[in-house]
């Protein structure tokens, strides 16, 4: 039973564009909301997180937004940029269990 | 220097074989994981080990066996290798359980033949 469900699959937008990704969740004991970047080739990394004591946080260009009550996030790229291709990881857990879950993954490529 | 490093990067073998994949981390964290990676990219958690001691464990088939002589070290030896065990193996640390920033090595690209 997938945890976290992801969407969409894979999204290409223009330079300049502003992608969403979505995720939502089932389990209300989720507390802790990060989203992973990945490029080809390499590890994932923790590009920003969330905690549901607040509807949206920024960092950057990246902002998540978080619907405690319709257990949804999402993730906003702003002014994307090719250098912003790569798979994007969204993920939930409690934040005093001993994991978080993965979403699918989302295939991001930025046309120049 | 390298956080979370693995070797080999690469591992190309038969079915059949038993191969071991190690991770080293010098981050002083305390909780260390395997992850595997199939060709959707999917990252499905294999095991997560907090100061030495086996904390997860999902449904792997038990020819995977984790090893963690330290805290720095968690190695993954898998015995008699399948088609379908072809995959990128990461191995990842956080501080603490739970809640808190994982870093993740470069992976093993395992191809079974």
């Known amino acids: 039973q997938q945890q976290v469900k992801q969407s969409p699959q894979s999204l290409i937008v223009q330079k300049g564009g502003i992608p969403i990704i979505n995720c939502a969740y089932e389990?209300?004991?989720?507390?802790?909301f990060p989203w992973y970047q990945q490029f080809p080739g390499k590890g994932p990394a923790l590009l920003i997180a969330?905690?549901?004591?607040?509807s949206e946080k920024k960092e950057g260009r990246f902002t998540i937004s978080f619907n405690k009550s319709a257990k949804q996030f999402s993730l906003h790229i702003m002014d994307s940029q090719p250098g912003d291709s790569a798979t994007y990881f969204c993920?939930?857990?409690?934040?005093?269990?001993?994991?978080?879950?993965f979403g699918t993954g989302t295939s991001l490529t930025v046309i120049p | 220097d390298t956080a979370v490093s693995q070797t080999p990067k690469y591992l190309v073998t038969q079915m059949g074989n038993d191969k071991s994949i190690k991770c080293e981390q010098n981050?002083?964290?305390?909780?260390m994981y395997w992850y595997k990676q199939d060709s959707k990219k999917f990252l499905k958690i294999m095991f997560s080990?907090?100061?030495?001691?086996?904390?997860i464990n999902e449904t792997v088939p038990n020819r995977f066996s984790p090893k963690s002589p330290d805290k720095a070290h968690l190695n993954l030896h898998i015995n008699s290798l399948e088609l379908g065990d072809s995959a990128v193996y990461f191995c990842?640390?956080?501080?603490?359980?739970?809640?808190?920033?994982?870093?993740f090595g470069p992976g093993t690209r395992l191809t079974v033949t």
């Open positions: 981050l002083g964290h305390d909780t």
């Open positions: 969330i905690r549901p004591d607040v």
């Open positions: 990842a640390s956080s501080s603490r359980q739970g809640a808190s920033e994982q870093y």
């Open positions: 993920a939930a857990g409690p934040s005093t269990g001993n994991q978080f879950y």
């Open positions: 389990n209300t004991a989720f507390d802790y």
């Open positions: 080990y907090n100061n030495k001691e086996l904390i």
